[in-house]
């Protein structure tokens, strides 16, 4: 399962502002295009992706934003560019994706959606056990 983030960016990112937030996201990680460019892969220098970056997408529909990601983003303006970063949830991915999208929006204006983090649900005594019953 990956961790995903949403940049919902005010203005139209340009290429510029692509590469800043790849640099912000760490200057030592490869790029890799894969599905004839849609989608940027950031690497490790050993060639292992660890997050992509979507192209871009205009959100003309008001109320969109709100349907797809949930109620706290009721009254989200549009229109507004969409860019999606998925991350492996391991080997940094999530802070890697966290940077770039927050890089974006501190150039462009805007706002970064991030996933509920899971609930915390600690093992009961007797799952631990480690014993039948009998």
């Given amino acids: 399962m ?10 139209r990112p340009s290429y510029q502002d692509v590469l800043a937030g790849m640099m912000a996201a760490g200057p030592d990680w ?7 460019g849609a989608v940027l892969q950031l690497c490790s220098p ?18 969109e934003v709100e349907r797809m990601l949930g109620p706290e983003l009721a009254g ?7 860019m999606e970063v998925r991350a492996n949830p391991q080997d ?6 966290d940077r ?3 890089t974006l929006v501190q150039r462009l204006g805007g706002r970064v959606w991030k996933p509920a983090p899971p609930p915390f649900n600690p093992p009961t005594p007797a799952a631990t056990a480690g014993g039948q019953h009998g």
Avoid: F, K, M, N
């Fill in 2 to 11: 990956s961790y995903d983030v949403v940049a919902l960016i005010d203005g």
């Fill in 30 to 36: 490869l790029v890799r295009e894969v599905s004839d």
């Fill in 46 to 63: 050993d060639g292992t992706p660890l997050a992509s970056l979507e192209a871009p997408i205009l959100i003309q529909v008001p109320g």
């Fill in 76 to 82: 989200t303006q549009t229109p507004v560019w969409w």
């Fill in 92 to 97: 940094g991915g999530p802070e890697l994706a």
């Fill in 100 to 102: 770039y999208a927050e």
